[in-house]
């Protein structure tokens, strides 16, 4: 293998992940979240490229709005700041693809990009390396490699790879003849029984210099407003003339450059649920249980919940997830159309889709206990040194009781300090902070909110630690 310095990982971390609801919201995507270890799935997806790649040239693509999650969740790996990108709005892969492919290429033209989705499981690492060594040696020849994983059964929720003759360069690769973009289930019993159909896994290797070639013929306007993004100009701007689009359709079912390398790695994107039952090891009559439960004469089920107790009786074939505000209850052959309900959420303005019971700050978190008419009760923990912005609320007054900890409040220009058992009140438009002092010890207060409208959009922010005051 060549010299591995100009090789860079980019993983895109900035999906939704819509299909893998209720567990996966708008404000805790599916990349956040801890499916099957105690690394979530953007942990595990670094903890293996690593292995290859180190952490000063493992870049994060993500939205604006993950960037205090994306830091806490990349804590341990010491990735540096200036390597997590920003995308003030969801576009699709291709414009992220082209921002990050631009920034190496002018940083270094000989770099080649390993594009990583960041919600992914994939069981062997060893597989995987050796599979990404294969695909950057392809790659190096002039070639948009991507890993086409076997098909392992009839899925109709993935994208399939048609493969076309064998590449010539001493490495088991194949020209790809064509994409297509989940096919009907008539349609892949056919594909699984062939030799050349692979599931698309969307991990890509490519040249930068390839790659903006083949973003500058086939998405010309694309390829215009990223050159002309610089320090010294509106990126914001920029970016929201960019027209939505992926990588594959835009560049991969369009170039003639593009290769494959069959992957032999266990995959899944986990993009439904029934996508994670089949990759999980199922119990006895094929049941898999996360939960407290009993289930009687049941088969072929999935059962999720950390929070209550589940009893299921002679029930087949089917998912059931439970968190603290909403439960799906659905078919395995429905698990796709999960999205529907995202979308009457959406339309309904309902915060379901976008935050749970349980929110995370870059502070600590909150959880709502109870709303009711005219108040709202939130339990507020506080990690240790950290505190709020100093802010203020029109419509809106606090009480705080202290349950756990030391709380520092900040009010009337004064600072008075709180103990356990004791409380404050903070009225509508009185500007207050409220901090934890402690070193080694979580600050746990219960916020009663009391007022005509209690949502969080009702926050003045003064001074804020963590750069969310908005400047007009």
């Known amino acids: 293998m060549k010299d591995k310095k100009a090789l860079y990982a980019v993983i895109l971390a900035g999906g939704v992940g819509s299909r893998f609801w209720p567990l996966s919201r708008q404000m805790a995507p599916k990349q956040f979240l801890k499916v099957i270890s ?9 903890s293996r490229i690593k292995k290859l790649i180190p952490v000063k040239r493992i870049l994060i693509v993500t939205n604006v709005n993950y960037i205090h999650e994306i830091k806490r969740q990349l804590s341990n790996f010491k990735i540096p700041d200036k390597n997590i ?4 709005e969801a576009k699709n892969t291709a414009p992220a693809v082209a921002l990050v492919a631009r920034n190496l290429f002018l940083q270094d033209p000989a770099s080649l990009m390993v594009v ?3 919600d992914h499981l994939i069981f062997n690492d060893k597989l995987f390396i050796n599979a990404i060594v294969k695909a950057k040696n392809l790659a190096e020849n002039g070639y948009l490699v991507t890993l086409g994983v076997i098909p392992k059964k009839a899925m109709t929720g993935y994208g399939y790879i048609k493969t076309a003759r064998k590449i010539d360069h001493g490495i ?3 020209l790809v003849e064509k994409f297509i973009e989940k096919p009907s289930q008539d349609k892949i019993s056919k594909f699984i029984k062939r030799k ?6 969307g991990i890509f290797i490519w040249k930068t210099s390839i790659i903006l070639e083949e973003i500058k013929k086939y998405l010309p306007q694309l390829y215009k407003r990223i050159n002309l993004i ?6 914001e701007a920029i970016w929201k003339k960019i027209a939505p689009i992926s990588i594959d359709y835009g560049i991969l079912e369009r170039s003639r450059k593009v290769a494959m390398i069959p992957a032999k790695f266990d995959w899944s994107d986990i993009g439904s649920w029934q996508s994670l039952k089949d990759i999980l090891k199922k119990e006895r009559a094929g049941k898999i249980i996360k939960a407290d439960s009993l289930d009687i004469d049941s088969k ?4 999720w919940s950390k929070d209550r107790f589940i009893a299921t009786m002679g029930l087949k074939d089917v998912i059931i997830v439970d968190t603290p505000d909403a439960l799906l209850v659905c078919r395995d052959d429905y698990s796709e ?16 889709h976008i935050f749970h019971k349980t929110v995370s700050r870059p502070w600590g978190s909150y959880t709502v206990l109870e709303t009711g008419s005219g108040f709202k009760i939130k339990l507020v923990e506080i990690e240790p040194k950290k505190r709020l912005s100093l802010q203020l609320h029109h419509r809106r007054a606090e009480h705080w009781v202290v349950v756990e900890g030391r709380a520092k409040v900040t009010y009337k220009k004064k600072t008075k300090y709180i103990d356990s058992n004791q409380s404050i009140y903070i009225p509508a438009d009185m500007p207050h902070r409220l901090e934890n002092p402690l070193k080694n010890k979580p600050l746990k207060i219960v916020e009663v909110q009391t007022g005509n409208y209690l949502e969080e959009d009702d926050i003045i922010r003064l001074q804020d630690d963590y750069k969310r005051i908005k400047v007009d």
Not at 38 to 43: A, G, H, K, M, V
Not at 196 to 201: A, L, Q, R
Request: no cysteine.
């Open 337 to 352: 159309k999960v999205r529907k309900i995202v979308e009457f959420l959406k339309n309904k303005k309902r915060e379901e």
């Open 172 to 174: 088991n690769g194949y």
């Open 230 to 235: 610089s320090p010294n100009k509106n990126f």
């Open 196 to 201: 050349n159909y692979f599931w698309n896994s």
């Open 85 to 88: 990108i920003l995308e003030p």
């Open 38 to 46: 105690d690394e979530s799935l953007i942990q595990r997806t670094i």
């Open 116 to 118: 990583l989705p960041a």
């Open 300 to 303: 072929n089920i999935l059962v």
